[in-house]
C-alpha cells in the first residue's frame, strides 16, 4: 500500500479533495482506486461581527493554506515525497450564504454563511412571489434581504457566490458552481438542469424599479453538473494554495460543491430512494426522491444531488455544539479531580451511558439552539435543558436527552416527509460526528426517524473524500457512466454499511419525547425573549 501510494503521489495519479466545514477545514488527497491516502486539517471558527456569522476573507486563505500545508506534512511523513502535480481537485464548502464581489473582485461586505437567520422577510416574500419554499439561508434570501434593507452596496455587485465557488473561482478562473450547491441560491429547473427561468424573470421584475445595473443571472455563477469540465488550476490559484511553490499548475478541478452534495456522494446517496443525514456542528437529511411533493413545505428545501436530481432536505441550524459543551464540562470536572482526560473516550462512555436511560428521557427535555432554528421558527436561540422536580434525574437520562434534542428538529422536518407525503427509502446513511461512537447515534437517528440507519467505515472521510471522489469521476468515469453508478462500481462495490434498525420502544419513547418537545417550544421562545 506505502509502495503504490508513493508511485500514485510522485506520478501525479492522487486526486485532492477540501472542504470548508463550519470548525475544520479538511483536505483527502486519494488514490486511484479511491482510497483516502493522506489527509489535513485546520480549525476554524466563525465570528459574529456586526450581529451576523462570519468568516474573513484572510481566514479562508489562511485556513485553506495552513490546511494544504498540513496534507504536505503528512505526505511527507508517511511517504517521504513532495506533491508537484495532481490528477484532480475538488473544492468544497457549507453551502449557501452570500459573497456579494464587485469588479475589482472585492468582497463588498463581510461572507454571510448559512447559519444567519436575519433574511426572514426577504425569504417570506420569494416563497410567496416564486411558489416555492425558499430558506432564510438561500443567497437569494441574503440578496433580496440587502435590497429590502437598502444596503449601499447591492448597486455594485459583479458577482455572487457562495464559499466554494469563490475558491474555486480563485484558483481557476472561472465562476461555475456544481448543481447541488447552486441549488441552494436559486431554485433548479430539474428538466433544463439550470436556474429556473420563470423565477428568475420573476426576480427581475420585482427588482427592476430599483434601476441596478445587472440583471441576475449577470452576477450568478455558470451551473455545470457532476463531471463536466468546470476549469483548471491556474498558476496564481498554484501559489494561492501551495505556498511553498511545489505544486504546478494546469490540474483539472471538478465543479465545486456545497457539503450537501459531497455528504451524498461519500455515503452513495445519490439514487432515488436513498438518502444521507449529516449530524456535526449543523445536521441535515436527504433523501432523493421519486416524484416531486404534493405541495411546498417551509420546514422543507428542495436542491438536488450533483448530478441534479431532485432531494428533499431538511436542514437543522444545530446539532453536537451543545453536546459538545457538556462533554467540555465533564473533562473539567475529571480534571479538577487530577484524572487523565481522553476526550474520545469521555464521549464514548457517556453516548453509551445514554443508551441505558428511558426511552423518554424520563421527561427531560433539551434544546440544543447555539443559533436561531428556522424548521422550528426561531430566528435566535438559546441552549436549554428543561425538568420538573418529578422527572427522572440521573446521567443515562441526562444524556439520552440531549442526543435526542440534537435530532428533535430533524425529526420534526422527516416526519411531514414520511408521514404526510408517504415518501420511500431503501437506505438512510449517517455520518458525521453524532456516529463516531459506535452504534449509539445510529441508535438514537434510526429511532428519530423511525426508519433502518447503516453507517459505512468510509463515512467517517467526510465531505473531503466526497469532493476528491467527485473529483475522481470527472477524470474517471467511462463514457455516459452516470454518478450513481461510479459510486456502486468504482468505490463502494456494494458495501452497504453496518445497519441498525429502529427499536419499537425507542421508537414509542422518542414520540413522547418530541410530543413535549414541541409544548416546550414556548420555553425556549421565553428564553430567547429574556437571557440576552
Given at each position: 500500500m506505502t509502495a503504490d501510494a508513493i508511485k500514485t503521489i510522485e506520478k501525479g495519479k492522487a486526486v485532492l479533495g477540501i472542504e470548508f466545514g463550519s470548525t475544520r477545514i479538511k483536505a483527502v488527497l486519494i488514490d486511484q482506486g479511491n482510497r483516502p491516502i493522506a489527509q489535513g486539517s485546520y480549525e476554524w471558527e466563525n465570528k459574529l461581527v456586526n450581529g451576523l456569522w462570519t468568516y474573513s476573507?484572510?481566514?479562508?486563505?489562511?485556513?485553506?493554506?495552513?490546511?494544504?500545508?498540513?496534507?504536505?506534512?503528512?505526505?511527507?511523513?508517511?511517504?517521504?515525497?513532495?506533491?508537484?502535480?495532481?490528477?484532480?481537485?475538488?473544492?468544497?464548502?457549507?453551502?449557501?450564504?452570500?459573497?456579494?464581489?464587485?469588479?475589482?473582485?472585492?468582497?463588498?461586505?463581510?461572507?454571510?454563511?448559512?447559519?444567519?437567520?436575519?433574511?426572514?422577510?426577504?425569504?417570506?416574500?420569494?416563497?410567496?412571489?416564486?411558489?416555492?419554499?425558499?430558506?432564510?439561508?438561500?443567497?437569494?434570501?441574503?440578496?433580496?434581504?440587502?435590497?429590502?434593507?437598502?444596503?449601499?452596496?447591492?448597486?455594485?455587485?459583479?458577482?455572487?457566490?457562495?464559499?466554494?465557488?469563490?475558491?474555486?473561482?480563485?484558483?481557476?478562473?472561472?465562476?461555475?458552481?456544481?448543481?447541488?450547491?447552486?441549488?441552494?441560491?436559486?431554485?433548479?429547473?430539474?428538466?433544463?438542469?439550470?436556474?429556473?427561468?420563470?423565477?428568475?424573470?420573476?426576480?427581475?421584475?420585482?427588482?427592476?424599479?430599483?434601476?441596478?445595473?445587472?440583471?441576475?443571472?449577470?452576477?450568478?455563477?455558470?451551473?455545470?453538473?457532476?463531471?463536466?469540465?468546470?476549469?483548471?488550476?491556474?498558476?496564481?490559484?498554484?501559489?494561492?494554495?501551495?505556498?511553498?511553490?511545489?505544486?504546478?499548475?494546469?490540474?483539472?478541478?471538478?465543479?465545486?460543491?456545497?457539503?450537501?452534495?459531497?455528504?451524498?456522494?461519500?455515503?452513495?446517496?445519490?439514487?432515488?430512494?436513498?438518502?444521507?443525514?449529516?449530524?456535526?456542528?449543523?445536521?441535515f437529511s436527504m433523501i432523493v426522491l421519486?416524484?416531486?411533493?404534493?405541495?411546498?413545505?417551509?420546514?422543507?428545501?428542495?436542491?438536488?444531488?450533483?448530478?441534479?436530481?431532485?432531494?428533499?432536505?431538511?436542514?437543522?441550524?444545530?446539532?453536537?455544539?451543545?453536546?459538545?459543551?457538556?462533554?467540555?464540562?465533564?473533562?473539567?470536572?475529571?480534571?479538577?479531580?487530577?484524572?487523565?482526560?481522553?476526550?474520545?473516550?469521555?464521549?464514548?462512555?457517556?453516548?453509551?451511558?445514554?443508551?441505558?436511560?428511558?426511552?423518554?428521557?424520563?421527561?427531560?427535555?433539551?434544546?440544543?439552539?447555539?443559533?436561531?432554528?428556522?424548521?422550528t421558527g426561531f430566528t435566535n436561540g438559546r441552549p436549554l435543558f428543561i425538568r420538573s422536580a418529578n422527572d427522572k434525574f440521573n446521567l443515562p437520562n441526562f444524556m439520552r436527552a440531549h442526543l435526542y434534542g440534537s435530532v428533535g428538529v430533524l425529526k420534526i422536518g422527516n416526519d411531514i416527509l414520511f408521514n404526510k407525503e408517504g415518501v420511500k427509502v431503501d437506505r438512510v446513511t449517517g455520518h458525521g460526528g453524532l456516529f463516531k461512537t459506535k452504534g449509539v447515534g445510529q441508535r438514537i437517528l434510526a429511532a428519530a426517524i423511525n426508519s433502518p440507519i447503516s453507517v459505512m467505515e468510509t463515512a467517517g472521510e467526510g465531505g473531503a473524500w466526497g469532493i476528491a471522489l467527485l473529483g475522481s469521476y470527472l477524470i474517471n468515469k467511462k463514457k455516459d457512466q452516470s454518478l450513481a453508478d461510479f459510486l456502486d462500481q468504482n468505490v463502494f462495490a456494494g458495501d452497504k454499511g453496518v445497519e441498525v434498525k429502529p427499536d419499537p420502544e425507542d421508537v414509542k419513547g422518542f414520540n413522547k419525547y418530541i410530543k413535549s418537545y414541541k409544548t416546550g417550544l414556548k420555553i425556549e421562545q421565553a428564553a430567547v425573549e429574556f437571557k440576552k
Open positions: 476573507i484572510e481566514a479562508v486563505w489562511k485556513g485553506l493554506q495552513e490546511c494544504y500545508a498540513d496534507l504536505r506534512d503528512d505526505v511527507k511523513k508517511k511517504y517521504k515525497v513532495e506533491i508537484e502535480s495532481l490528477a484532480a481537485i475538488g473544492i468544497s464548502a457549507m453551502m449557501h450564504g452570500y459573497m456579494p464581489f464587485n469588479s475589482k473582485e472585492k468582497i463588498l461586505v463581510p461572507f454571510r454563511t448559512w447559519r444567519n437567520t436575519n433574511t426572514g422577510k426577504a425569504a417570506e416574500k420569494l416563497s410567496k412571489l416564486f411558489a416555492f419554499n425558499i430558506p432564510l439561508r438561500w443567497s437569494i434570501s441574503h440578496l433580496y434581504q440587502a435590497i429590502l434593507n437598502k444596503e449601499e452596496h447591492v448597486k455594485d455587485i459583479d458577482y455572487l457566490t457562495t464559499l466554494a465557488g469563490y475558491v474555486h473561482w480563485q484558483l481557476t478562473g472561472e465562476k461555475v458552481l456544481g448543481i447541488g450547491d447552486a441549488s441552494g441560491m436559486l431554485p433548479i429547473n430539474p428538466i433544463t438542469k439550470d436556474y429556473s427561468a420563470e423565477m428568475v424573470k420573476k426576480f427581475d421584475e420585482l427588482i427592476a424599479p430599483k434601476g441596478y445595473s445587472w440583471k441576475l443571472l449577470d452576477i450568478l455563477p455558470k451551473v455545470v453538473l457532476a463531471g463536466e469540465d468546470a476549469g483548471r488550476l491556474t498558476e496564481e490559484g498554484a501559489k494561492k494554495l501551495d505556498t511553498s511553490g511545489h505544486l504546478k499548475a494546469g490540474v483539472p478541478l471538478c465543479p465545486p460543491e456545497g457539503d450537501a452534495g459531497t455528504g451524498m456522494v461519500a455515503t452513495n446517496a445519490v439514487k432515488q430512494r436513498t438518502g444521507n443525514v449529516s449530524a456535526g456542528t449543523s445536521s421519486e416524484k416531486d411533493l404534493s405541495k411546498p413545505y417551509k420546514v422543507i428545501d428542495m436542491v438536488t444531488t450533483p448530478d441534479g436530481s431532485p432531494v428533499a432536505m431538511v436542514h437543522c441550524n444545530n446539532c453536537t455544539s451543545d453536546i459538545n459543551a457538556w462533554v467540555g464540562l465533564f473533562k473539567e470536572y475529571q480534571e479538577l479531580l487530577g484524572v487523565k482526560v481522553d476526550i474520545s473516550e469521555i464521549y464514548d462512555r457517556l453516548f453509551n451511558q445514554a443508551l441505558k436511560g428511558d426511552a423518554d428521557c424520563g421527561g427531560l427535555i433539551s434544546y440544543n439552539y447555539i443559533s436561531g432554528e428556522p424548521v
